[in-house]
């Protein structure tokens, strides 16, 4: 079965830097688009980043352009979120994302935090 496992949340000061991974299992992970989303407290989930399955086509939100960037690695069926100049606004659980066929599948979600 599809499984989708995310680490690297934490406590992280203003501008400081965090990187979350997410590793896959049970499907052909570099045949699919990867996505990262985030959720705020009171907040609707949205989509922060995508890749391709190659790698080549990595669109991102406009709230972190240019200081957010995710990479894959497809030997190791994993999709990373480098996040640096982080802001309080930042602060919500972030979930890794895979739609195989129909379906769609999320992770248990990792927490970041942004506070000094």
């Known amino acids: 079965q599809v499984q989708l496992v995310e680490s690297g949340g934490g406590l992280v000061q203003p501008g400081g830097s965090l990187r979350l991974s997410c590793v896959a299992s049970?499907?052909?992970?570099?045949?699919?688009?990867m996505k990262w989303y985030r959720q705020a407290p009171g907040k609707e989930r949205e989509l922060v980043a995508a890749?391709?399955?190659?790698?080549?086509?990595?669109p991102y939100s406009d709230s972190v352009k240019g200081r957010f960037t995710i990479s894959r690695d497809n030997t190791k069926k994993t999709v990373y979120l480098q996040m640096n100049s982080l802001k309080p606004e930042d602060t919500a659980v972030y979930y890794c994302?895979?739609?195989?066929?129909?379906?769609?599948?999320w992770g248990q979600g990792t927490q970041v935090t942004v506070s000094s």
């Open positions: 994302n895979v739609q195989v066929y129909t379906i769609t599948y």
């Open positions: 049970g499907f052909a992970f570099s045949s699919y688009t």
């Open positions: 890749i391709s399955p190659a790698g080549g086509r990595t």
